[in-house]
């Protein structure tokens, strides 16, 4: 069923700017393979979030693999922190990496990968945890501070899956992309800073973007052809222009998805039905993730919304464990957590022009019990 507000609406640069980037293109001859356009794109990004070296990527899930791979080179197959609560991509990218998720829970509070967890699986799994793959959720900033020391004690490396994050801030003011060994974001088309497929790697460790960048093209590295392992998950040099053209105006772009947000607070303030996840609206804001008292505002929520053409959805439900490829992975401790929020969360649909109706229809259905 088409809704008349849709959960996503990318917002790309004017069709005649994308025409003037093809003509460029078509006329340099040079449609991909490290041309001028992901140069420069590259080195804006690295600007923009600060003091880190940048790889771009054809998308997340092949960056995250690339972390992976590059940080845990010549290690054994070993266990790999992920929360359960995320998005497949991360799991999946461990298991492309040749290593295997170990679940962890989530702090109900904050919808955060579990510092806690983390450390009892640390405890309790010991040598066979070869890397942490901490998750920024919903692109949101987590305490990053607390996780890099644990992964300096296990002496094992931090990976910080920040996918939906490119813009947002941490509690301590600094954008995403500069800590742990490294951060994965996606710029798909459904992330605040969009340009079709593509994804970026920062690392304060050049060398480590180097490597990333390596394994994105078959792990080719000067003239001796293949010296790593690798693939082929290279940034076309069309979606680099549109990222160009997209980081001019980003800025605005998050202020009036944070706006946006804030009118959704007020709306769930009056009627008590249920909160923001802490810290959102120092992010880039993916869309409005809201925990609910219970299952039953949330569902009843959900469908109120639906019935009303606004296109609200529930994220991370299932949460990867449940999910069939995932069943026999391994789970450190409970995920108490994990369930919880997977069955009072919904998240709704922000973007720059949202009609004003998708607050009022949240009104009624928050009021409406
Ligand atoms: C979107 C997303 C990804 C995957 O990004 P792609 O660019 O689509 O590969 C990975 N992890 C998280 C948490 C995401 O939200």
Redesign the pocket.
């Known amino acids: 069923m088409p809704f008349d507000i849709p959960f996503i609406k990318p917002v790309m640069p004017p069709p005649e700017e994308v025409a003037a980037d093809v003509s460029q293109i078509v006329s340099s001859n040079w449609y991909t393979n490290f041309g001028p356009f992901e140069r420069r794109f590259r080195e804006q990004i690295a600007a923009y979030v600060g003091e880190v070296s940048a790889a771009t990527f054809s ?6 693999q690339a972390a992976l791979t590059v940080m845990l080179a010549g290690k054994p197959a070993g266990l790999v922190i992920v929360p359960s609560f ?2 497949a ?2 799991p999946h990218a461990i298991r492309s990496a040749g290593h295997q998720p170990l679940f962890i829970d989530i702090d109900p509070a904050t919808l955060q990968p579990s510092a806690a967890h983390a450390r009892s699986a640390l405890n309790d799994y010991g040598d066979q945890v070869s890397a942490i793959l901490l ?1 920024n959720t ?2 949101i900033g987590t305490s990053v501070a607390e996780w890099e020391a644990m992964a300096q004690d296990a002496g094992i490396p931090l990976i910080i ?1 920040s ?2 994050g490119f813009g947002s801030r941490y509690p301590d003011g600094h954008r995403l992309g500069a800590r742990g060994d490294c951060e ?1 974001f ?3 088309a ?2 605040p800073f969009a340009i079709g ?3 970026a790697l920062f690392s304060r460790d050049a060398e480590i973007a180097t490597r990333a960048r390596e394994f994105s093209n078959f792990g080719f590295s000067g003239l001796q052809g293949a010296t790593a392992a690798g693939t082929n998950g290279k940034l076309q040099e069309i979606n680099a222009a549109i990222g160009i053209r997209q980081l001019s105006r980003f800025d605005a772009v998050i202020e009036s998805r944070r706006g946006v947000l804030e009118s959704y607070r007020q709306v769930l303030e009056s009627t008590g039905a249920g909160g923001l996840v802490p810290n959102a609206d120092q992010s880039s804001v ?1 869309f409005a993730s809201v925990v609910f008292v219970d299952r039953d505002t949330r569902d009843h929520v959900v469908t109120s919304l639906r019935d009303q053409g606004i296109e609200a959805r529930v994220y991370y439900a299932p949460p990867v464990h449940e999910q069939p490829t995932f069943a026999d992975a391994a789970i450190a401790g409970d995920l108490h957590g994990t369930a919880l929020i997977s069955s009072r969360i919904a998240c709704l649909p922000v973007y720059e022009d949202l009609p004003a109706r998708a607050l009022s229809a949240l009104e009624l259905a928050t009021l409406k019990q």
């Open positions: 998308n997340a899930t092949i960056g995250l995320t998005f991509a991360g998750c919903f692109g899956d996918a939906a994965v996606s710029f798909h459904t992330k497929e593509g994804g993916c």
